[in-house]
C-alpha cells in the first residue's frame, strides 16, 4: 500500500517553509542584540557560529545529522514582513530608533555562507554540524530557528537510527507517532526524520504527500468493535477470482472455514467474537486483496486468530493472498509464536501455501529495549511499529544543540564557563574525518580553517578533546573534508535531497562505522581532536583571559 | 519588555490551521476504515467516540486539559481539497472504487458534535476529555489530528502547571524552550501552553505575535564574547537623564565606578574581563532602560558581576534604573546569594536604592526537581527561564491520549483487551464532579448519558475504576457537570478563549483542588468512579461478550 510518490516534494516543503518557520520564531533576545549591534555600528561586522551538541544522544557513541534541507529554505526564504516589524515595534523597548526597523525589513541571507556535513551523516560531539557566517546582526538573528530545524531532527533521526541497529537489517519498521508527537508539526518531523533514519514506512498520510514517504495502515480496534454481528455485514459476496465474474457468498463459505479451523485449533465456537468475525468479513470484502487486521480486540487465542484463519482461508481459496496480522497488547513474542504455529497448522492441515508468508505486525508502546529484548527472544514478528518512544525520544528527548560564536571580524573568540563543558572551541575550522586501513573512519581532527589539511599515509598528532586526554599520534589512510559549501549569495549550492536520497546517506554513513562504534550499549567512544594549531590557539585565548585585561583601568 | 498584543490573536490562528493541521495529517488506516464503512453503507451511522488519557502524568493526580480551541478550529475548517484527494487514491489500494474519493471530496464536519471539558480544566485519568459523535466515517477520520492537537498541548500544559506549583505563586516563570522542542510547530505550541500552564513569560517572539504571550528578553554569551576590547564601544555617551540633554561620557563615567567597586567586592582589576565591559557598556548606552546583562560568560564573581555592578552604578547616576542580571552555570543557589550580596554592599555603601529591586534570573537546564531543591535552599533567584525540561516534558514525554468508540448506532461498544487496562468504558456518557463541603472536588462520576444527575446533599453509590476497589457511598455538596457543548453543525458554540483568559481557568481549576491532590510526589489519588448504571452496563456487555456468539456457527 506504498504510495508512489517518488519525486523529491521539494516544492511543498518550500513553499511552506515561511509558514512554518517564519523569522519571528525566535528568541526575543537575538532582536535586542541585532539592535545593540546595529546602533554601535557593529552590525556589518563579519561573524561565524558554529552550531554542534556537546554530548553523544542516548548514550550512544554517534548521532545523525539532519535538519539541513529545512535550514537552507529557511535561509532562502528570510525576511521579515510589514507585520512581523509591526510586532517587534511593540515587542522591543520603546526607545528602538525607527531606523533599526526599516534596517530590519532590508535584511535577507544574501551576505550568508553556510557549510555543514552532508545531511544524513554520521556526526559527534562538540564538533560543528554547521558553520554559519555573514553579518553579525544576520547571523545572530537565525540562531533559534536554525537550532530549533536541527536539534529534534538530528535527535529523531539518531534515534531511528538505533531502532534500525537494534532490530537488524531485515525487520521491517513502521512509524506511527503522530498522535504523540509536539503537534502537528513535531508529527510530521517524527515521520520524515524517522524515515530518513531507517525506517521503512509510516502511517502518516501527509508525511506521504509532502516528502514520499511510503505510507501503510489497515484497521484499529475500533473498526472492530463497531461491529456487534453479523447481520451488519451488508455485503456478502465476493468475485472468485479463478472463475470470474462469478460472486460467491463469501459469509457462508467463511462460517465453513471457521468450522473446520475451530476444530484443527482446538477453540471453541462460543468464545468467537462474532462482531470481530462480521468486521473482518467486511474489511476483506471491501479490500480482498489487503487483509490485515488487528486481531486482539477481544482475546487473540479465543477469537481474533480463529476468525482471522477462517477469513484469509476462504480469501485463499476464491484466489486472493491475505497479507497477515497485527498483534497490539500482551506478550507480542509468546503471541507471535502461537499465531506462527496456528498458521503453519492450516497451512499443513489445508495445504495453503499462502499461510507461509503471511506477515505478524506488532505495535504496542515498543522501545529501543523492547526491541532488543524482542531480538533476544524466540519470536515471529515481522514488522515493527514504533510510535511513542521513537517520536517522544524518551530515552533522551532532547540532543541539546547550541549555536556558539567562535570568531567576528577575523578574530577568532571563545567563552569560559562556569561549567567546563560549556566552554566553546574559538575560531573558523575546517573539519577531516581520518578513516583507517579498513575503511572505517577513526577520528574527527578541528583544524584551523587555514592550516594545510592532514594528508593520507603522514602521521599526525592531536589533543582529543576528551577531559584529561593525552595527546594521539596517529597516521590516516584516507582524510575527508566533512564540511561542503551549502548556502552562498542567497543560493542553495548543492542539489536537494530527496527524503530517499538522504535516507541512503544515512544507511551508508553508519555502515562505514567500526562495529565497535556501533553498539547500542557501552560503545568505545569516537575521537574527535584538536590540530596543534587549533590547540594552541585555546592554550593561547586561555592564557590571554587571564593576563591582559589590566588595561580597563588604565585611563 | 512585555508585548502588548491583548487580543486574542483568534484569527491568525485560524488562518494557519489549514497549513498546520490539513486533513490528510493522519493515520492511513483511518481513510481504509472509512472506505470499508462506505463500501458497506455504515459510513453514515451515528458513532461516538472518547478521547482520554489512561494514566494522570508525571506520577502526579491530574492533568489540564488543553487543545480545545484548535480541535474546533480544526472541525470548522475540516475539508479535503483536490490535491488531498488525489494524494489518497494514490495511496489506497488500486481497487478503490472512485465515488468513495467524490464521497470524501464532500465531506464536512457538519455533521460532528464536539461536547468537552473547559480547555484549561483539571482532568483526570480514564475520564472523557471530549466526545465526539457524528456520522461514523467521519468521527473516523477525525481521530489523529484531534489527538496530536490534544496530547502534547495537555501535556506541556500539565507540565508547566507542576513547574508552577513547584516554584509557588510568586517566582516568576520564563519559558524558552523553542531551540529544544520538535520543530517549530512543537515550539510554537510549548510557548502557548506553557504561558496557558503557569508561566508569565516566553522568549518565543511569534507566541506573542500569535497568542499574546509577553514576550523578553536581553542578550545572550555571543553578544558578550562578539566584544574584545574597549575599542569597540564606538557608541561613548549617555544623556544624563536628571540634566538632559547633556551627554555624560559613559566609558569614562563606569571605569570610574569599577574601580570603587573593585575595591569595595576585593576584585583583582586584572582578572575583568575587558570584553565584557564593552558588552555591558554598549548594551547599557544602546538600552540603558533595559539592562539586564548574562553575566557568566567568563567568571561571575572575578569579571561578570564586578562588570555589572559597575555599569548599573553609572546608569544609576545618571538617573536610569538597570533591571537585573542572569545567570546561566554553575550553582545557581550559591551564586544568586553572592549575587545578592555583592549588590547590597553595593547599595550601601554607594546608597543606591536601585539596587534593592534588582532581579536575578537564573537559566541553566532546570527541572522540576532541580526547582523543588532551589526551594528547599537558600538563594536569592526571582525569575527561572526553563528551557527543555518543560518542553521536552523530559520526565514523561507522551501523555498517551487515546480516541475510543463508545457507541454505534445508539449501541454502545466495549474493546475488551489482553492488557486490562487497555479495556474501554462503553456508551455515551455524562460526568459529573461532585464538591465536598470546603468547595474542593473529591469525585468524578461518569454516567449513563441518559440517567438522571447526582443531587447535592443525596448519597450515592458508585464504583471507582482503580483496580480492586470497593464500591463507596458518596454525598456531594455540589455537582458540577463537566462538559458542554463544544461544536454543533458546523460551529464552535462558545466564544473562543485567549491564552490568557484559559490560562486563568487553569489557575483557578488548579487552586480549587484539595492540596492533597496538587502535591508533586506521592499525592494522593483522586477518585473517578462509574455510576451504578454505567458499572451495570459494563458487567452486562463482559457477560454478554462471553456468552451470545455460541450463534456465529448456526447457519
Known amino acids: 500500500m506504498a504510495a508512489p510518490c517518488s519525486s523529491t516534494c521539494e516544492p511543498a516543503a518550500e513553499g511552506s517553509i515561511r509558514e512554518r518557520v517564519p523569522p519571528l520564531l525566535s528568541d526575543l533576545y537575538h532582536f535586542t542584540m541585532a539592535y545593540a549591534y546595529w546602533r554601535t555600528g557593529r552590525h556589518h561586522e563579519h561573524a561565524v557560529f558554529e552550531l554542534y551538541f556537546r554530548e553523544n544522544p542516548f548514550r550512544g557513541s554517534f548521532a545523525i545529522f539532519a535538519g539541513l534541507g529545512d535550514c537552507l529554505l529557511f535561509l532562502r526564504n528570510f525576511r521579515f514582513t510589514d507585520q512581523d516589524v509591526d510586532f517587534l515595534r511593540s515587542a522591543l523597548p520603546a526607545a528602538t530608533e525607527p531606523a533599526f526597523f526599516k534596517f530590519l525589513r532590508s535584511l535577507d541571507c544574501s551576505g550568508v555562507t553556510l ?30 530557528s536554525l537550532l530549533c530545524l536541527v536539534n529534534y531532527a538530528s535527535l529523531v533521526c539518531s534515534n531511528a537510527a538505533r531502532f534500525r541497529l537494534a532490530s537488524g537489517p531485515r525487520r521491517k519498521l513502521l512509524e506511527m507517532g503522530l498522535r504523540r508527537a509536539q503537534g502537528p508539526d513535531g508529527g510530521l518531523s517524527a515521520s520524515r526524520y524517522s524515515y530518513i533514519g531507517g525506517f521503512d514506512v509510516s502511517s502518516n498520510v501527509q508525511a506521504g504527500l509532502l516528502f514520499g514517504i511510503p505510507v501503510t495502515g489497515t484497521m484499529a480496534h475500533s473498526f472492530v468493535t463497531s461491529f456487534s454481528s453479523l447481520d451488519q455485514v451488508s455485503l456478502q459476496t465476493l468475485v472468485d477470482v479463478k472463475r470470474a465474474p462469478d460472486q460467491v457468498d463469501f459469509v457462508s463459505l467463511t462460517k465453513g472455514w471457521l468450522g473446520r479451523v475451530c476444530e484443527l485449533l482446538g477453540a471453541e465456537p462460543r468464545k468467537i467474537h462474532e462482531g470481530e468475525l462480521a468486521a473482518f468479513l467486511s474489511y476483506a470484502i471491501t479490500y480482498p486483496h489487503h487483509f490485515l487486521p488487528v486481531i486482539d480486540s477481544y482475546s487473540v487465542a479465543r477469537s481474533g486468530l480463529v476468525n482471522f484463519c477462517a477469513v484469509a482461508l476462504a480469501l485463499c481459496e476464491l484466489g486472493y493472498r491475505p497479507l497477515g496480522v497485527r498483534l497490539d497488547s500482551g506478550d507480542l513474542c509468546k503471541q507471535s509464536l502461537d499465531v506462527r504455529r496456528a498458521l503453519r497448522l492450516c497451512r499443513e492441515r489445508f495445504s495453503i501455501p499462502a499461510f507461509d508468508s503471511l506477515t505478524i505486525i506488532a505495535t504496542n508502546n515498543i522501545s529501543e529495549q523492547a526491541m532488543v529484548e524482542l531480538n533476544n527472544k524466540e519470536n515471529e514478528v515481522d514488522v515493527l511499529g514504533v510510535g511513542t518512544h521513537l517520536v517522544t525520544c524518551s530515552k533522551q528527548p532532547s540532543l541539546g544543540c547550541v549555536y556558539k560564536l567562535v570568531e567576528v571580524g577575523g578574530r577568532p573568540r571563545m567563552k569560559f564557563s562556569e561549567d567546563p563543558e560549556k566552554s566553546t572551541i574559538p575560531g573558523r575550522k575546517a573539519i577531516y574525518r581520518l578513516m583507517d586501513a579498513d575503511g572505517h573512519p577513526f577520528l574527527d581532527l578541528l583544524c584551523v580553517a587555514v592550516e594545510p589539511p592532514p594528508e593520507a599515509g603522514h602521521p599526525l598528532r592531536c589533543h582529543p578533546l576528551a577531559a584529561a586526554a593525552a595527546p594521539l599520534s596517529v597516521t590516516p589512510l584516507k582524510v575527508i573534508c566533512l564540511h561542503r559549501d551549502m548556502f552562498a549569495r542567497g543560493q542553495v549550492m548543492q542539489p536537494s535531497c530527496s527524503a530517499a536520497e538522504t535516507k541512503a546517506t544515512v544507511q551508508s554513513s553508519i555502515q562505514s562505522l567500526h562495529p565497535r562504534h556501533k553498539q547500542l550499549q557501552g560503545p568505545d567512544a569516537y575521537v574527535v581532536a584538536l590540530s596543534e594549531k587549533l590547540h594552541t590557539l585555546v592554550t593561547d585565548l586561555r592564557r590571554d583571559s587571564t593576563k591582559k585585561n589590566n588595561l580597563i583601568l588604565g585611563n
Open 115 to 144: 557549510r555543514s556535513a552532508p545531511e544524513g551523516s554520521v556526526v559527534f560531539a562538540r564538533e560543528p554540524l554547521m558553520e554559519v557566517a555573514g553579518p553579525l546582526a544576520v547571523v545572530q538573528l537565525l540562531e533559534t
